[in-house]
């Protein structure tokens, strides 16, 4: 019996007359990285050695690439399988990885959401309908100004605030002093508002701050995957199950990996009940398609995972959140920043607006 494998699927820039030898190499550079024909070991060559699977020409010089990799490289650790997926082949320019069939084990393995979808509803009291978020900007402010800001959406009635992702734990609010003063905000508008403070630093320094997010009172926590390190990311997800992890999608932006595989599909493997993206017509330029795209992989059935929840952002103006819902549906949770903060001593009325949207 053959060795269990996934499949990953690579869009490769080449020509008809050298992909199948390029399709090689990579299925040798992402599984035991040496010349072939050196290897004596038989179980090696029948079992981790990477096999090419197949080769569709996708037209305009571009070929998809499935490589079948032996899931046992992976030791069913996050760090080790983005190394295993596309560790030593992301140095190549012209090849993309694009998706990623796994096995059940590996789904076993890591988990995906603890709470997804259904939970975050759950959380907000929102039934069907769609989630509102907003984000506390900007870095700069003391923990007493970031708290008041929030007190002026809490009044508004939004379902979850978070962290700006640039705010950590600097000087001028510290983490420790920050969280508390705005849970404490938040909880004497008398609104059920969740906030979602971010994490950052290394393993030991996120800990400590989560302790500090129990200790406040919360539910859940924001964080950069891509900046903490995937398996950072994993290992606080399996650590701590009953709390919300929100995906932010620093750092992911290379374009070497396909948005909806990397945001909507490994960010939810992991342990992301909620992925941050950029949606269309905002700061960041994503298409419609890859919009669509995203939000159907952190959505779709796959394995045994619950749903992650698609946060569309970067950009988005209260106008804008009837299209958002047109095209998204009510699985969605819409973040609305800086236009929020723009209104001023008018934030908590704009906040309504913004709730009441999502009502109708």
Same mark, same amino acid.
């Given at each position: %019996? =053959?060795?269990? #494998? ?15 030898? #390029? ?23 029948? &079992?981790?050695?990477? @096999? !090419? ?8 010089? /571009?070929?998809?690439? #499935? ?6 490289t992976?030791?069913? @650790?996050?760090?080790?399988? %983005? ?6 082949? =992301? ?12 096995t ?9 959401? $603890?709470?997804?979808? +259904?939970?975050?509803?759950? %959380?907000a009291?929102?039934?069907? /309908? ?23 959406? +809490? @009044? ?12 950590a ?38 800990? #400590?701050?989560?302790? !500090? ?28 199950? &009953? ?8 750092? =992911? ?26 949606n269309?017509?905002?700061r960041?330029?994503?298409?419609? =398609? ?29 106008? $804008? ?5 047109q ?5 969605? %949770?819409?973040?609305?920043?800086? &236009? ?5 001593d ?6 309504a ?8």
């Amino acid at each position: %019996m =053959s060795a269990a #494998r996934l499949t990953a699927i690579y869009h490769v820039t080449d020509t008809p007359q050298t992909i199948a030898a #390029r399709a090689k190499a990579i299925a040798v550079e992402q599984s035991v990285e040496m010349p072939v024909a050196a290897i004596t070991a038989q179980h090696v060559l029948d &079992d981790i050695v990477g @096999e !090419v699977q197949g080769i569709t020409d996708l037209g305009g010089g /571009r070929f998809e690439v #499935r490589i079948g990799l032996a899931v046992a490289t992976t030791g069913l @650790e996050a760090g080790q399988l %983005m190394n295993m997926l596309f560790g030593n082949t =992301s140095l190549h320019p012209d090849v993309v990885l694009h998706d990623v069939e796994f096995t059940d084990e590996m789904f076993a393995a890591f988990g995906g959401p $603890r709470h997804g979808l +259904a939970g975050l509803r759950a %959380m907000a009291g929102a039934g069907t /309908r769609a989630l509102t978020c907003s984000a506390l900007k900007p870095q700069g402010l003391s923990s007493q100004g970031l708290a008041a800001i929030a007190a002026q959406m +809490a @009044e508004g009635g939004l379902d979850f605030i978070k962290d700006d992702h640039g705010i950590a734990d600097q000087a001028y609010s510290p983490f420790a002093e920050r969280v508390p003063a705005i849970a404490e905000a938040i909880a004497q508008t008398g609104s059920r508002t969740h906030y979602f403070p971010s994490l950052s630093g290394h393993i030991e320094q996120m800990r #400590r701050q989560i302790a !500090v997010v129990r200790d406040a009172g919360l539910r859940g926590v924001l964080i950069a995957p891509m900046i903490a390190g995937v398996s950072t990311f994993h290992q606080l997800v399996r650590d701590n199950p &009953d709390l919300v992890f929100m995906g932010h999608p620093a750092l =992911s932006g290379s374009g070497q990996i396909a948005q909806p595989l990397l945001l909507g599909k490994l960010f939810r493997l992991f342990g992301a009940d909620a992925t941050i993206f950029a949606n269309h017509g905002g700061r960041f330029g994503n298409p419609p =398609s890859v919009s669509r795209a995203l939000a159907e992989a952190a959505l779709q059935p796959w394995g045994a995972l619950k749903p992650a929840v698609p946060v569309p952002a970067g950009g988005m103006t209260l106008a $804008r959140a009837p299209e958002m819902l047109q095209f998204y549906g009510k699985d969605v %949770m819409l973040l609305i920043g800086g &236009d929020l903060l723009s209104a001023g001593d008018r934030m908590a009325q704009e906040a309504a607006k913004f709730q009441q949207t999502v009502m109708n």
